[in-house]
């Protein structure tokens, strides 16, 4: 069955150094893929959507890639800061649909001053 | 601009009763709209979506039901409540960029 997997539930780093998260995905071929901020109690937030066809995509300290060999997708937050600090969810829509996406469980990101 | 509206922001109801959400959406037309429900310390459930008006695309059988009366609403309705429906209900849409804009969430409480 198609999965999406974001294996790390947890990730702390120290302020000014670049946090990165993985997301995976198994027996499927995403068109895209998509990251998420989520705050406590809030609904996610849109950051960035990279397509099957791109190997990197960049806003501001943000960064993302999709390795279509590896079945895998980073993203990167350089100069990483406490108001960061957030679960990040990464979603990618099944094989030939595009009306839905399924997200990952998110990693909790936690930048420590 | 888009806005996304929801309400109520929390709800407590007892085993057995009714529910009804509501999400509207402001700002943009024809819209597909998504239902998620999310457990605490859990990932995101996608519940219902809708590409139009009337209709439906459920993913997972259970007590729970959506309606899209019209372009801009979507309702999520329950006859009778049970324990396990607790969590934070997301509404959400998106247009032909893909992404999706969340609304503030709904807290039930199913006591």
């Known amino acids: 069955s198609q999965k999406i997997e974001q294996n790390s539930e947890a990730l702390n780093i120290q302020e000014g150094k670049t946090a990165t998260l993985t997301c995976n995905y198994t027996?499927?071929?995403?068109?895209?893929l998509q990251w998420y901020r989520q705050d406590p109690g809030r609904g996610p937030v849109f950051l960035l959507l990279?397509?099957?066809?791109?190997k990197e995509k960049r806003k501001e300290r943000l960064k993302v890639t999709f390795d279509t060999t590896l079945k895998q997708s980073l993203f990167h937050i350089t100069a990483s800061q406490p108001a960061d600090s957030a679960t990040y969810l990464c979603?990618?829509?099944?094989?030939?649909?595009?009306?839905?996406?399924?997200f990952g469980t998110g990693t909790k990101l936690q930048v420590i001053p | 601009s888009q806005t996304i509206h929801q309400w109520p922001a929390t709800l407590v109801q007892p085993v057995g009763s009714p529910l009804s959400l509501e999400c509207t959406v402001e700002?943009?037309?024809?819209?597909?709209l998504y239902w998620y429900r999310q457990a605490a310390g859990r990932g995101l459930q996608l519940l219902f979506y809708?590409?139009?008006?009337?209709?439906i695309s459920s993913e997972v059988p259970q007590n729970l039901s959506a309606s899209r009366p019209q372009d801009r609403q979507f309702i999520l309705s329950s006859k009778k409540l049970l324990l396990s429906d607790s969590g934070f209900y997301l509404c959400?849409?998106?247009?032909?960029?893909?992404?999706?804009?969340f609304g503030p969430g709904t807290r039930l409480t199913v006591t």
């Open positions: 700002g943009t037309s024809n819209p597909n």
């Open positions: 027996n499927y071929s995403p068109a895209y």
């Open positions: 809708s590409v139009g008006i009337g209709q």
């Open positions: 979603a990618s829509p099944p094989s030939g649909g595009y009306q839905k996406v399924t």
């Open positions: 990279i397509r099957e066809n791109e």
């Open positions: 959400a849409w998106s247009g032909q960029g893909h992404e999706q804009y």
